[in-house]
Every structure is written in structure tokens, then in C-alpha cells.
């Protein structure tokens, strides 16, 4: 199941927002410098997301808990 979301304007966490809009179609990409190391090819990623670049000290209720470092697999549909 796609989830959609508007890129750049806080819908997802930051982690997402950063991340996702560095990749593009049908590019190898590798980021070390970033807050969020993540590895692309073609439209697949995996983002590495911090805490501070997730959901923080909050966490998200009973499922992430607080100063969590999450780990997504991404799969690009459409830009």
C-alpha cells in the first residue's frame, strides 16, 4: 500500500523530508556527510534516521519509543 505525502512541508519526519528529496530516479547515491547516511539505487532506499531526525525525545506513542534511531526500506512510485 503507497502512503502519500507532500515532500518539504513537515508531513513525514525530517529524516524523510531531507533523505527522500536527495534521491532520483534511477541514481546510485551514498551519503556520509549527512545526519542521515542512507544508500539509494534506482528508486530503493534505506534510511538511517537519528532520533533527532525521527521523532525525538517524544517518541510516537507505544510504538517508537523516546531517542529511538529507526531504520526505513523505501521504495520511490513516483515523484
Given at each position: 500500500?503507497?502512503?502519500?505525502?507532500?515532500?518539504?512541508?513537515?508531513?513525514v519526519?525530517?529524516?524523510?523530508?531531507e533523505?527522500?528529496?536527495?534521491?532520483?530516479k534511477?541514481?546510485?547515491?551514498f551519503?556520509?556527510?549527512c545526519?542521515w547516511?542512507?544508500a539509494?539505487?534506482?528508486q530503493?532506499?534505506?534510511?538511517h534516521?537519528?532520533?533527532?531526525?525521527?521523532?525525538?525525545?517524544n517518541?510516537?506513542?507505544?510504538?517508537?519509543?523516546p531517542n529511538?534511531?529507526l531504520?526505513?526500506?523505501?521504495e520511490?512510485?513516483?515523484?
Open positions: 500500500q503507497p502512503f502519500i505525502f507532500t515532500l518539504g512541508v513537515g508531513e519526519i525530517k529524516c524523510w523530508d533523505g527522500i528529496k536527495q534521491m532520483s534511477g541514481q546510485v547515491c551519503c556520509f556527510r545526519p547516511p542512507y539509494a539505487i534506482a530503493t532506499a534505506t534510511l534516521c537519528s532520533a533527532d531526525y525521527a521523532y525525538g525525545a517518541g510516537a506513542g507505544n510504538l517508537i519509543p529511538a534511531d531504520k526505513f526500506e523505501i520511490i512510485l513516483d515523484f
